[in-house]
């Protein structure tokens, strides 16, 4: 028998005061000379993002919202997985794992997972209720950091199948952005029959030459996105996938360096009309600095890209159930035609009208009905039985 171990969040205080020396004692480089983020974060944005940090921010508040839901470790294939796991009060939800990628945390879906699990108290249809496994990836949050290679989105796969068996689950359905997309189309690929189905806010498909020559309008806007990304939005990837140790030194001693690596991309990504605060609050982009920070997974996490780089970018044939959402200003969408090759089973398809990379934590209210609509199906007198099962911690 394989122990789930209740978890509690309890940062020491001498942790915090730590980290509000660090941001006292700050050296920052020279002004940007040029008047937007071409050059990267703005001196004057991190400093005032810093400067929050040091005399405002409350983690206390967050962890207690954390500490709020049920949260557990366990132990697969010698490496301690960290989760939260909420039962929804349905009897009948359908079991849904979802999971998160970089530079996010399982921080992005606290605002989905009262709609998900409790549809009837927010306004929604109880048969839509899902039972929500949130894990942290290996080496990120707090689960246990990889001491060996091996630990990329096949073998987490495989992991989540393990932990879905832990809890009870015969069958249920997988969700991911990200890396979160990654390991979801691994265990697709898996065939894995307890994975009744998956959905997507991050297909990740490259589109063959063919495809590149016969290309729709809609179809270039997507290339020439995904180009501007190659060329000016992935120097972060090259350096995370090839010197991930040499990066993690440098953000693992300046918290001003890590919430600068983490906030531009949150800028960067996000769907907003100019500040990524329009749509995120200080607080909500520390908490998710703060998953980084205080575990110290600055390097770990970077460790991923090595592991995982070229599992990302195949094309290998998925006949497993799919529906994709592809929310506007993601990094890599994909138009229908690219998504027939690679997804044989195509089962949900819409684009909503706003949002970005980090669906959930940007749009939460579009998140859930995406994710509703695509696995309706697959409820309790849907199309499918679900067969949930599940055992109560």
Sequence with gaps: MHDIEPFVLSIADSELEDLRRRLRETRWPETEPVPDWSQGAPLARVKALCDYWLNDYDWRRCEAVLNGYPQYRTV??????????????????????????????IVEFLKVIGPLTDPAAHGGNPRD???????????????????????????????WLTLMERLGYARFVKQGGDWGAMVTKAMAAM??????AVHLNMPLIIPADEEI???????????????????????????????????????????????????????????????VEEILSMDEILDNI????????????ARFYQEGIEFAFTSERIDTPVGISNFPKEVYRSSRRWADRVFGNIIYWNTPHKGG?????????????????????????????????????
């Excluded at 949130?134 to 990329?152: H, I, V």
């Design 76 to 105: 697969i294939n010698g490496l301690g997985i960290h989760f939260l796991h909420i039962r929804s009060p349905e009897p009948d939800a359908l079991p849904l794992l979802m999971t998160h990628g970089w530079p996010g945390s």
């Design 129 to 159: 209720a899902f039972h929500l496994v949130l894990p942290s990836l290996p080496g990120y949050g707090f689960s246990d950091k990889p001491t060996e290679t091996g630990w990329g989105p096949v073998r987490t796969a495989r992991a």
């Design 357 to 393: 990379h980090f669906a959930a934590f940007e749009q939460p209210e579009l998140f859930v009905q995406e994710v509703r609509d695509c696995f309706r199906q697959f409820q309790i007198g849907g199309a499918y039985q679900s067969n949930s099962g599940g055992r109560p911690l």
């Design 213 to 275: 020559a016969t290309a729709t309008d809609e179809e270039r806007a997507i290339l020439a996105d995904q180009e501007y990304f190659l060329t000016q939005d992935s120097a972060y990837l090259e350096l995370q996938r090839t010197r991930p140790q040499t990066i993690g030194y440098g953000l693992a001693d300046s918290p001003a360096g890590q919430a600068s690596w983490i906030y531009e991309k949150l800028q960067s990504w996000s769907d907003h009309n100019g500040q």
């Design 191 to 196: 065939k894995a029959p307890q994975c009744l």
């Design 290 to 301: 703060m998953m980084y920070w205080l575990p110290n997974t600055a390097a770990s996490s």
